[in-house]
């Protein structure tokens, strides 16, 4: 072979074992595309870790032949229903068209790049986006994404005075509860559904100071948003709840 003349078959992708990775410019503007599935991971065809291989596989740009990797977000978890949710397009690569779907929503689809769409009627919804090139495309479809209520549903709430974490959120079957009392207190631990109906009461009664830990046995609702109210004397907290019920 002469020099200057290559096969248009020659595979020019990185090596696991080549120099080239993560031997590029350090700076973060160059860094290679992160792989949404593992964070500080670069994407393919770039290899290794996200900062620069040298290259052509190398960069933001890394990839422009091949097909795009879909991702996208959403400005607000919990929407008023009949009021607009804005997509934000979070796509890699050099997608030439998108396809997005809402199921129970309007617009039902939409090739826009980051469109809005509304719901009329409460619940939990998925959203699906399709981002695809001359390459090829790639789905992503993210489930209980939003949940769509009524002007007359209770908010989340904090009190200064009570501390409140609950794990796995979200989740399903076991979820944990814990919260600190300041001093000895008449507690009240309460489940409710997003319109502020009680679920379960899971603690009512006298506590001293301190820490304490309750379990949410959330296998017998559905899936949805659900809230946890914890009245301590005349503090309240009230924290969302994602139950997944598999």
Not at 124 to 132: D, H, P, R
Request: aromatic letters at 10%.
């Amino acid at each position: 072979m002469e020099i200057g003349s290559f096969s248009g078959n020659y595979d020019w992708h990185l090596k696991d074992s080549s120099p080239a990775i993560d031997a590029g410019k350090p700076d973060d503007e160059y860094n290679d595309p992160e792989d949404p599935d593992y964070p500080g991971m670069a994407l393919f065809p770039s290899k290794g870790t996200i900062v620069n291989d040298m290259g052509i596989y190398g960069g933001p740009n890394a990839f422009p032949d091949y097909k795009p990797v879909a991702d996208f977000e959403i400005d607000t978890f919990v929407v008023i229903q009949g009021e607009p949710l804005n997509l934000i397009n979070l796509t890699q690569g050099e997608p030439d068209s998108f396809e997005w779907s809402f199921p129970g929503g309007t617009p039902e689809s939409s090739t826009e790049e980051s469109p809005s769409v509304v719901y009329d009627s409460t619940g939990f919804y998925n959203m699906t986006l399709v981002a695809e090139n001359d390459s090829g495309s790639h789905e992503l479809t993210r489930r209980y994404l939003i949940f769509v209520q009524t002007t007359t549903s209770i908010e989340e709430t904090k009190s200064t005075d009570l501390t409140v974490k609950i794990y796995p959120n979200p989740g399903s079957g076991d979820i944990n509860i814990e919260y600190n009392t300041e001093k000895y207190s008449n507690v009240e631990v309460t489940i409710l559904n997003y319109m502020g109906e009680e679920i379960e009461r899971l603690y009512n009664g006298m506590q001293y100071e301190g820490h304490h830990k309750l379990l949410w046995k959330s296998d017998n609702v559905e899936s949805g948003i659900y809230l946890c109210r914890i009245k301590a004397n005349d503090k309240i907290t009230i924290k969302k709840i994602v139950n997944l019920k598999h």
